[in-house]
């Protein structure tokens, strides 16, 4: 969970903010012996949301079934794969651009790392802060730790 949860926790607590509580569940299931937790599943409980994050690395072709999934009251988003990403949504009536009903959308090309380092260099040349507060990376990390069992 920490090695590839993280990934999956970051966007969560940044979209939905502290959790209420944090419930995982943390196995271990290889055959190898390396004490490694590597089936795992982590509720993450917000006052009006449910987060869920899975992950396993007993899956065949994980990268491509990785997904950042949102279910709402008008519809559903699900990105996936996640690199290089493609994003459905389902959406019960018409929202800001999008139609009602199912449908692709399109992404710019995803270059992976590059917006980060042109933000922090711009944060270092004191042309605008950084993109996250520290209290939003605190918010995370505590999360990151409590699904980890660490905390």
Request: with cysteine; charged share 20%.
């Amino acid at each position: 969970m920490f090695e590839l949860g993280c990934h999956l926790i970051d966007p969560l607590i940044r979209l939905l903010g502290q959790p209420v509580d944090v419930k995982p569940t943390l196995r271990r299931h290889a055959s190898v012996e390396d004490g490694l937790k590597d089936n795992n599943t982590v509720v993450f409980e917000f006052p009006s949301a449910l987060g869920v994050i899975t992950n396993s690395t007993h899956q065949p072709n994980a990268f491509a079934q990785r997904s950042f999934e949102v279910f709402g009251t008008n519809g559903s988003t699900i990105l996936k794969p996640i690199e290089p990403p493609t994003l459905q949504i389902d959406l019960a009536r018409a929202a800001g651009p999008y139609k009602a009903g199912a449908q692709t959308i399109s992404l710019p090309v995803y270059e992976r790392y590059v917006g980060d380092f042109a933000g922090l260099a711009a944060a270092i040349r004191g042309e605008k802060p950084l993109s996250v507060t520290l209290d939003e990376e605190l918010r995370v990390h505590e999360a990151l730790l409590r699904a980890c069992e660490m905390s």
